[in-house]
């Protein structure tokens, strides 16, 4: 089955698109090995929140839970691509 990794931060090029997302697929793994798999967007987002933004614009410094849903949406998709698959 495929989880989602967890962001760790992410860099943006300007106010609306993101350049670049750090994201932790040992945590993914671990989770997923004991049964915990992130598979869709909310369960993301709570556990993803944290994630710092770093880079240009008026998003620098804040957190995921204080962007926009669009940019939250960006750097799910990011990541959703990302995804890891993990045998039990």
């Not at 049964?35 to 993803?48: A, C, I, P, R």
């Not at 957190?63 to 990302?82: E, F, G, M, T």
Request: aromatic share 12%; with cysteine.
């Amino acid at each position: 089955m495929k989880t989602i990794p967890l962001a760790d931060g992410a860099n943006m090029a300007n106010d609306n698109d993101v350049y670049h997302v750090d994201f932790d697929t040992d945590t993914a793994i671990e989770w997923a090995e004991d049964g915990e798999f992130v598979t869709n967007f909310h369960n993301w987002l709570k556990y993803s929140s944290d994630a710092k933004f770093d880079g240009y614009g008026r998003n620098s410094g804040r957190r995921l839970w204080q962007v926009n849903r669009d940019i939250q949406r960006q750097v799910y998709r990011i990541c959703k691509a990302n995804s890891i698959e993990v045998v039990s």
